[in-house]
């Protein structure tokens, strides 16, 4: 199995920056990609960005340009840099990791943009 633990939300204005943090323990060398996903009230959760082992990327058209998904040395830690937030970036950020042993996810962080 694969435990998350994210942190980095809060609170900023619009136009601000949050970086949101991922860490990965247990059976990490079964990861093979991890990524943000994010759920706004009422709608669907969905991918904002994700990076695969071979270091690749990929990101929502929304948060082209303003949202960076980076991993740490030891590969364990994916990190979400969020730059010009917007208000429509508001949601409950996820923590995803796919694994050969299956998808896991973590608890979750709020990240609130007011106008």
């Known amino acids: 199995q694969v435990q998350l633990v994210e942190s980095g939300g809060g609170l900023v204005q619009a136009g601000g920056s949050l970086r949101l943090s991922c860490a990965a323990s247990g059976s990490i060398f079964s990861i093979h990609a991890m990524g943000w996903y994010r759920q706004a009230p009422g709608k669907q959760r969905e991918l904002v960005a994700q990076?695969?082992?071979?270091?690749?990327?990929n990101y929502a058209d929304s948060v082209k340009g303003r949202f960076t998904i980076s991993r740490g040395n030891a590969k364990n830690t994916v990190y979400l840099q969020m730059n010009s937030l917007k208000p429509e970036d508001t949601a409950i950020y996820y923590c995803?990791?796919?694994?050969?042993?299956?998808?896991?996810w973590g608890q979750g962080t709020q990240v609130t943009v007011s106008s």
């Open positions: 990076i695969i082992s071979d270091g690749s990327t």
């Open positions: 995803r990791s796919e694994t050969s042993l299956g998808d896991y």
